[in-house]
């Protein structure tokens, strides 16, 4: 170890994971561990992320505690899985995977693609297995694949152990260019979250990760680089060229993939510098390209995916939304794991669903959306995001919920748990990037919301949301809420669907071919277009 490391550092070097979500700069207060034994100076950050108590009693943000000998800390358990869409709108799909059994004079290889994998004695029993995963940048989700039956056999979903050095994929490119090892770190980090998936996941099916032959990943393009051990941070400064957009069929040992030894890995194109892997799956799934009329997909994220397409033709952009809807960047924020509040009902009183029924320890994405959508009802939001003070409505039957914490407006969703002002704020610049992207999309192709077929939400966030909700918020186009619906995690249903099937695989994989992707940090209108969806829509014009 240095002479001088952060506690942060010095975690990850260890193989802990310490939530960090801007990356170890000390900016978002998260990375927070109990000093137990050994002295740790108390610094400016900790003074502004911490309260006194808590600093008294040993806390400090692990990314600014820099120690030069041994030190013993206390780290809050990373939520390992957090309630995501582990499946989308399934098709049937024909079963005819890569993988497959062939004779051969010795007794039955196991094929998949041209690569023998093994052999196995003539009638000897051996079932045939693939995983596929949506690596995102939050929050993994993998499904084990029968690849006999074309059946889901298991399916689970865990936080990306990259948040440690970041909650962001901006972040994650600026934490692989300031550290000598950082590639090598965040590939490991990847790498350490698949195999753990792979585990639980054979684990819940009863067998052994042997009898994994084939592994298909999806992500966004810098998921997918640091995946495959490039440099992502070309793709966050112009020109934002990738170091690939081609698929990789590789041996999964290569990168220390779990599985059987002779086992493959092969990953999705892209489409863009911020369309991946991901994208490319959920276009597929949603068979997004066909039918005479235009239908939009909405992947919803820390980086967001929007797709417009009809009649052979699609259209797509990308959004840096940022964490806030993950539950990062919000004072009370939290992942979508047990205690998390998902659904929000403001009238007389407020009412509060909790994932797992138990008593409330923050809020997740989806009930931000919720209580933002809710106060906006109420009356106690206008469309400017501001949020009204007890002094404006005393009469209101929820006034003693309005109160002032150090400075900023906030409203009391319980005791303990509240949203503020700036909360309002990341969550208005989340939405104002996806509502953008999805107008300028539009615009470029002369689609008016009224034309619209579909709105599809995907991705885990996507799952949870109220539809009504998005649309108070201006997270989605003024349509009608029947033409809105959820599709789950798209992009894993695409991976599905690529490993049960050889031939769904090329038409995936040729998406990326007749994709037209529109850059939006160079467009001229998205800044304008950014700001005005700042605004929420107006009510009146939604009813």
């Known amino acids: 170890m240095a002479s001088e490391t952060s506690v942060l550092a010095a ?30 100076p108390i610094t400016p950050a900790d003074e502004q992320h911490l309260s006194e108590a808590e600093r008294v009693d040993g806390w400090r943000l692990a990314c600014r505690a820099m120690v030069r000998g041994d030190v013993l800390c206390e780290a809050p358990e990373l939520s390992e899985h957090p309630r995501a869409a582990v499946e989308g709108i399934g098709r049937d799909i024909a079963v005819e995977p890569a993988v497959r059994l062939e004779t051969v004079p010795t007794g039955t290889a196991i094929v998949c693609g041209d690569h023998q994998l093994d052999v196995i004695e003539v009638g000897s029993p051996r079932g045939l297995y693939g995983v596929a995963f949506d690596l995102g940048t939050t929050t993994v989700a993998g499904a084990l694949v029968d690849l006999v039956e074309g059946d889901v056999v298991a399916a689970t979903s865990m936080v990306n152990r990259q948040v440690t050095a970041g909650a962001d994929v901006i972040s994650r490119a600026a934490f692989a260019r300031a550290n000598a090892d950082g590639i090598s770190q965040l590939q490991s980090m990847a790498v ?21 032959y084939e592994t298909v990943v999806t992500g966004n393009a810098i998921m997918l680089h640091i995946l495959r051990g490039h440099d992502p941070h070309p793709l966050a400064v112009a020109p934002f060229e990738p170091a690939f957009r081609e698929a990789l069929d590789t041996e999964a040992a290569e990168i220390g993939l779990a599985g059987h030894r002779q086992g493959r890995l092969q990953t999705f194109p892209i489409i863009g510098t911020y369309a991946g892997g991901d994208t490319v799956a959920g276009l597929h799934a949603t068979d997004l390209v066909r039918g005479d009329r235009p239908r939009l997909l909405i992947d919803l994220g820390t980086n967001t995916e929007v797709g417009l397409g009809w009649s052979g033709r699609v259209v797509v952009a990308s959004a840096p939304a940022g964490p806030a809807f993950e539950g990062g960047s919000v004072r009370c924020g939290m992942p979508a794991v047990r205690g998390a509040i998902v659904r929000v009902k403001i009238g007389s009183d407020v009412d509060l669903e909790v994932i797992g029924g138990v008593a409330p320890r923050g809020i997740c994405g989806s009930g931000l959306v919720d209580a933002v959508a809710q106060l906006r009802r109420a009356g106690l939001l206008d469309r400017t995001g501001l949020l009204t003070s007890k002094d404006e409505a005393p009469d209101h039957p929820l006034a003693d919920r309005l109160n002032t914490i150090d400075g900023a407006r906030v409203f009391r969703l319980t005791d303990n748990i509240y949203l503020s002002q700036l909360d309002i704020r990341e969550l208005q610049s989340a939405i104002a990037a996806v509502a953008a992207a999805t107008r300028i999309v539009m615009e470029e192709e002369e689609v008016d919301p009224a034309d619209l077929a579909d709105v599809f939400i995907a991705g885990s966030f996507g799952a949870a949301l109220d539809p009504a909700s998005a649309r108070i918020v201006g997270l989605v186009p003024s349509v009608s809420d029947h033409v809105v619906s959820s599709v789950g995690n798209a992009a894993i249903e695409g991976a599905k669907a690529a490993l049960i099937s050889f031939r769904e695989r090329q038409v995936a994989f040729q998406i990326p071919s007749h994709a037209e992707y529109v850059e939006l940090s ?8 950014f700001l005005d969806a700042m605004k929420f829509p107006d009510l009146e014009a939604l009813s």
């Open 192 to 212: 350490q979250t698949l195999n753990e998936l792979v585990l639980v996941l054979c684990g819940q099916a009863g067998i052994s990760s042997a009898g994994v």
């Open 522 to 529: 160079a467009h001229p209108k998205f800044n304008d277009t």
């Open 11 to 40: 975690a990850a070097w260890a193989g802990v994971s310490v939530d960090s979500a801007c990356g170890g700069h000390g900016t978002c207060g998260d990375c927070r561990v109990r000093i137990v034994e050994g002295a740790v």
